[in-house]
């Protein structure tokens, strides 16, 4: 067994756009920001991402596709890429969770949970 680790470690903070939303016609757009750490001990690169998207009424959309935001960084032991994008629903709140598919410079292959996250109209009084 090596002693070598291959971990990315993945935050997320997802915020509601209401000025590229439109409750009226089921448009509800949000931002996520996604902090990924390589928290192994061999620089590994992010080549591809899987999304599952869902919304309240379990409506799932998947996405797939190379890099993220036009990127597949290579991250050495310790460092930090960090990127924002977005998504749409059709309800007021939903999640979102995936995995990236990553190559080490060994050639070894794993993945990186993204954990599950909320998307989410703040609850406005009337």
């Known amino acids: 067994m090596s002693d ?4 990315f470690k993945v935050e997320v903070e997802s915020r509601y756009l209401p000025e590229q939303s439109n409750p009226e016609e089921s448009q509800y757009a949000f931002a996520y920001t ?3 750490r390589n928290v192994g001990n061999v620089a590994a690169q992010l080549i591809s991402r899987h999304w599952l998207i ?3 009424n379990n409506r799932v959309v998947e996405v797939k596709g190379l890099g993220v935001v036009g990127h597949q960084p290579l991250l050495k032991p310790g460092d930090r890429f960090e990127y924002t994008s977005g998504s749409h629903l059709g309800t ?3 999640s979102m969770r995936g995995t990236y598919f990553c190559v080490a410079e060994d050639a070894t292959r794993f993945e990186a949970e993204i954990p599950e996250f909320a998307l989410a109209m ?3 009084l009337h």
């Open 34 to 36: 996604v902090t990924i």
């Open 92 to 94: 007021p709140s939903g």
């Open 122 to 124: 703040p609850r406005t």
């Open 4 to 7: 070598r680790t291959y971990a």
């Open 54 to 56: 869902t919304d309240t």
